[in-house]
Nanobody
Framework: VHLVESGGGLVQPGGSLRLSCKAS????????MGWYRQAPGKERELVAD???????NYADSVKGRFTISRDNFKDTVYLQMNSLKPEDTAVYYC??????????WGQGTQVTVSS
């Protein structure tokens, strides 16, 4: 499976961005889709994930500000990020889990929150 992310960029504090990640290729058996992030000098961490049936899970630091969603017909997962803070600055990675086949990572997209 191949993942293509888009939507990153530079935004001022309090602003919004929407990330998208489209899966292509061997898309069968995709279950969970999610977003992780890695800031300089820090470990990669889960931001949010969503099951095929729509069950969501968020990191405490983004609850109430970020919303994850997916379109199973388009094999695409989205991350709507509102009220962005400088501490949200990181490279954001898309991740999909295929049942019995493991996880695949996207190439990452940079999100920078700065005035």
């Amino acid at each position: 499976v191949h993942l293509v992310e888009s939507g990153g960029g530079l935004v001022q504090p309090g602003g919004s961005l929407r990330l998208s990640c489209k899966a292509s290729g061997s898309i069968f058996r995709i279950d969970d889709m999610g977003w992780y992030r890695q800031a300089p000098g820090k470990e990669r961490e889960l931001v949010a994930d969503i099951s095929r049936r729509g069950r969501t899970n968020y990191a405490d630091s983004v609850k109430g500000r970020f919303t994850i969603s997916r379109d199973n017909f388009k094999d695409t997962v989205y991350l709507q990020m509102n009220s962005l803070k400088p501490e949200d600055t990181a490279v954001y990675y898309c991740n999909v889990l295929r049942l019995g086949l493991g996880r695949t990572w996207g190439q990452g997209t940079q999100v920078t929150v700065s005035s």
